[in-house]
């Protein structure tokens, strides 16, 4: 089983910077692909970048050019680190960890329990 633990989030000002944590704990699992999600009062959950293994990323188009996804493939751990913050940022941000289970041999996925993130106006 893995566990994600998040950190990082909070109230900031438009224009101003954050930076999320996730690390990944558990035993007798391999971490494949890392990722951000964020889900917004009223509206469903979406991606806001993943990276692999490899280093390759994906970023959802609004957050393009203002968020970077980065990843300490030997801590296990994943960062976000978001700026020229927007008040539509706000959200709960997610982290997600898809990876496979050397115990049941199974390709799983794991959630974090969620962080907010507040850009005020």
């Known amino acids: 089983q893995v566990q994600l633990v998040e950190s990082g989030g909070g109230l900031v000002q438009a224009g101003g910077s954050l930076r999320l944590s996730c690390a990944a704990s558990?035993?007798?699992?391999?971490?494949?692909?890392m990722g951000w999600y964020r889900q917004a009062p009223g509206k469903q959950r979406e991606l806001v970048a993943t990276i692999t293994n490899g280093g390759n990323t994906i970023y959802a188009d609004s957050v393009k050019g203002r968020f970077t996804i980065s990843r300490d493939n030997a801590k296990n751990t994943v960062y976000l680190q978001m700026d020229s913050l927007k008040p539509e940022d706000t959200a709960v941000y997610y982290c997600n960890a898809e990876f496979f289970d050397y115990v049941l041999e199974l390709k799983r996925g794991a959630w974090g329990q969620g962080t907010q993130v507040t850009v005020s106006s």
């Open positions: 558990g035993s007798s699992f391999r971490i494949n692909a």
